[in-house]
């Protein structure tokens, strides 16, 4: 990765010369600028939840996936033993 980039990782989303770095305040920016947030406060907090949701969701599932796709090796029947 490249040392001028935020955290030294991807992804990266530049707008105007700044960059914006992580994922989910990538798609948290997108939504906002087009619309997608939410009309009123609570709609873009229940929006950022379901984002939250989502994220928790694949904390949970990456040492499955890993398996599924060949990165590791585990249990695809009991998938919890993979944690």
Known sequence: MKPEMPF????????????LAQ???????LARQFGYAGKTPFEEAVVDSIA???KDYMIEIRP???????FEE??????????
């Open 8 to 19: 030294e990782q991807l992804p990266v989303l530049e707008i105007d010369g700044q960059q």
């Open 23 to 29: 994922s989910y305040a990538i798609c948290r920016y």
């Open 52 to 54: 939250d949701q989502i």
């Open 64 to 70: 499955f996936i890993k398996v599924v796709w060949g």
């Open 74 to 83: 585990g249990d695809l029947v009991s998938p919890e033993k993979n944690s």
